[in-house]
């Protein structure tokens, strides 16, 4: 192998390696952008329940008098 096709190897070895940590992080953030989502639906899902809890409370409240 001469020096041109070594360096042409090399560059496209270097070429994969950066496509393929880029691959990885863009998974990374796909993942983190998923756990997000989730996080933030639970945390919806909360404050909801506790607004139907709070909701309950005034409605029998209410009823009681």
């Known amino acids: 192998m001469n020096n041109t096709e070594s360096a042409s190897y090399k560059a ?11 691959n ?12 997000a989502k989730e996080s933030l639906q639970e945390a919806g899902n ?8 709070a909701v309950d409370a005034v409605r029998d409240a ?4």
């Open 46 to 53: 909360q404050a909801q329940a506790k607004a139907q809890g």
């Open 12 to 22: 496209g070895e270097a070429k994969g390696q950066a496509q393929e940590k880029g």
């Open 62 to 65: 209410v009823n009681k008098n």
């Open 24 to 35: 990885q992080l863009l998974e990374k953030a796909g993942n983190a952008a998923q756990s």
